[in-house]
């Protein structure tokens, strides 16, 4: 029998465990992609998924259905994901991961444009390793508003919810993170460019 959230979450915050582990089997798919996103490897995105949902029991007692569950837990799961960021940008050890991978990430390139020539494919990897270096030197804030919105396609009032600011702030910062990305990548193939006139 299929519980509604509603019951679920009522179940849990009484302490019904088995209730709790519905709720993540239900949901852990999206909570272990939004990290995956982020991090770009199966290890680290498994782990912060498992802390993301250890966060979301802890705080459930807070959640008072003001929002969407699920929108609730995506700013708990991003939450986790922004403070690891910070914790490895001090350590200078970030990593974000292979984001051209993701089918919603039509923003960072075009539909049907993908080839199956090996070549090809070698010449993709390397542009996806170029793409996560320059994504890597944003910030945390741009980085945060580019996965959620041309990575994961969520809407601008979703992404102002999980961050709990105004939608007009969302595209702000959307358009500065956007503007970032294209200067960084600009930069990147003009130095390219140069390389390869100089053999």
């Not at 999206?30 to 705080?59: L, M, P």
């Not at 020539?117 to 542009?127: C, S």
Request: proline fraction near 1%; include cysteine.
């Amino acid at each position: 029998m299929c519980l509604s959230d509603e019951v679920l979450i009522a179940q849990s915050k009484e302490g019904d465990v088995e209730a709790f582990t519905q709720l993540v089997a239900k949901y852990e798919n999206k909570v272990y992609t939004i990290a995956y996103r982020f991090f770009g490897n199966h290890a680290d995105a498994s782990d912060i998924a498992q802390e993301a949902f250890i966060r979301v029991y802890k705080s459930l007692h807070s959640f008072r259905g003001d929002s969407a569950f699920l929108t609730w837990m995506y700013r708990v799961v991003t939450n986790v994901c922004k403070d690891e960021l910070r914790k490895r940008a001090r350590e200078k050890t970030v990593s974000i991961g292979e984001l051209m991978d993701n089918k919603k990430g039509s923003a960072m390139r075009k539909e049907g444009s993908i080839s199956k020539l090996p070549e090809d494919a070698v010449i993709r990897k390397e542009w996806q390793q170029e793409v996560q270096e320059i994504l890597n030197s944003l910030s945390v804030e741009h980085r945060t508003v580019i996965i959620m919105r041309d990575i994961q396609g969520f809407s601008y009032e979703e992404i102002a919810s999980m961050l709990q600011c105004s939608p007009g702030t969302v595209k702000s910062r959307l358009n500065r993170a956007r503007h970032a990305l294209k200067e960084k990548l600009l930069v990147r193939q003009e130095l390219l460019d140069g390389i390869s006139c100089s053999k």
